[in-house]
Structures are given as structure tokens and as C-alpha cells.
């Protein structure tokens, strides 16, 4: 009995490790894809039109700017073209 609890004790320690090494190879997906099991998980209990999206602390001071728009022409009246 003690010698299969050992074996089973092994192979999920084996597991780990070869999970760890796939966390580790590919972090950037990793951290992103537990992030995201995070906020589904913190917001799975709350109630309805209750979540509130967060947004960067400089985002709203951000104003989108356009194309430059090229100023009229002044036509003056004694000038020639």
C-alpha cells in the first residue's frame, strides 16, 4: 500500500514539474490567461449591472487628435493670384 501511494506521490510531483516548465516557457500567455480566470471568478457572484470596468489613470485625460487640417486661404482684396 505504502509503495503505490509513493508511485502516485511521484507522478504528481512528475506532473507539476512538467506543468511548471509549460507556465514558465510560455509566461506571457500564462499570466494573462490567469488574470482573466481572476476576474471571471471575482466577478462571477455579482449581481447584475453591478461591474465596473477599470480603466488606465491617464485614459481619460487623453484627447484624440485628428488630422491637421490645413487653415484657409486669406484672399486679400488688393492682392493678385
Same mark, same amino acid.
Given at each position: 500500500?505504502?509503495?503505490?501511494?509513493?508511485?502516485?506521490? #511521484?507522478?504528481?510531483?512528475?506532473? #507539476?514539474?512538467? !506543468?511548471?516548465?509549460?507556465?514558465?516557457?510560455?509566461? =506571457?500567455?500564462?499570466?494573462?490567461? !490567469?488574470?482573466?480566470?481572476?476576474?471571471?471568478?471575482?466577478?462571477?457572484?455579482? $449581481?447584475? #449591472?453591478?461591474?465596473?470596468?477599470?480603466? !488606465?489613470?491617464?485614459?481619460?485625460? /487623453? /484627447? =484624440?487628435? #485628428?488630422?491637421?487640417?490645413? $487653415? @484657409?486661404? /486669406?484672399?486679400? @482684396?488688393?492682392?493678385?493670384?
Amino acid at each position: 500500500m505504502r509503495n503505490k501511494i509513493l508511485i502516485i506521490l #511521484g507522478v504528481l510531483v512528475v506532473m #507539476g514539474a512538467i !506543468a511548471g516548465g509549460i507556465v514558465y516557457a510560455n509566461l =506571457d500567455t500564462a499570466i494573462k490567461l !490567469a488574470s482573466m480566470a481572476v476576474n471571471y471568478i471575482k466577478y462571477l457572484n455579482a $449581481p447584475a #449591472g453591478t461591474t465596473v470596468t477599470e480603466l !488606465a489613470a491617464g485614459l481619460q485625460r /487623453r /484627447r =484624440d487628435v #485628428g488630422a491637421a487640417r490645413r $487653415p @484657409p486661404r /486669406r484672399v486679400l @482684396p488688393n492682392s493678385r493670384r
